[in-house]
């Protein structure tokens, strides 16, 4: 059983910053991409920023210069720095992460559950 826990979400005025966590816990062997989509009210969920098991990172084009992704490998878990918040940074914030359960088994993906982000105006 593998399960990714986010946190780190909220309430923030327009300018400011959260940070959001994701832990994966369960029976794991290795952890390859781990990335955060959003989804805002009546869209489709997009695609934030993404991280490498080696650290390459790469972003939508509406965050940045303002979003990090980073990764914790020891702790099976991936942060989001989000500064300079927007009102359209407003959604459900997912991890998701690419990962093996074994050193034979396939890669599939896991998501969690989702952290709601709200920036007011």
């Known amino acids: 059983q593998v399960q990714l826990v986010e946190s780190g979400g909220g309430l923030v005025q327009a300018g400011g910053s959260l940070r959001l966590s994701c832990a994966a816990s369960?029976?794991?062997?290795?952890?390859?991409?781990m990335g955060w989509y959003r989804q805002a009210p009546g869209k489709q969920r997009e695609l934030v920023a993404l991280?490498?098991?080696?650290?390459?990172?790469s972003y939508a084009d509406s965050v940045k210069g303002r979003f990090t992704i980073s990764r914790d490998n020891a702790k099976n878990t991936v942060y989001l720095q989000m500064n300079s918040l927007k009102p359209e940074d407003t959604g459900v914030y997912y991890c998701?992460?690419?990962?093996?359960?074994?050193?034979?088994?396939?890669?599939?993906?896991?998501w969690g559950q989702g952290t709601q982000v709200t920036v007011s105006s």
């Open positions: 991280i490498t098991s080696v650290g390459s990172t």
């Open positions: 369960g029976s794991i062997f290795s952890i390859n991409a």
């Open positions: 998701n992460a690419d990962l093996q359960k074994t050193y034979y088994g396939p890669t599939n993906t896991y």
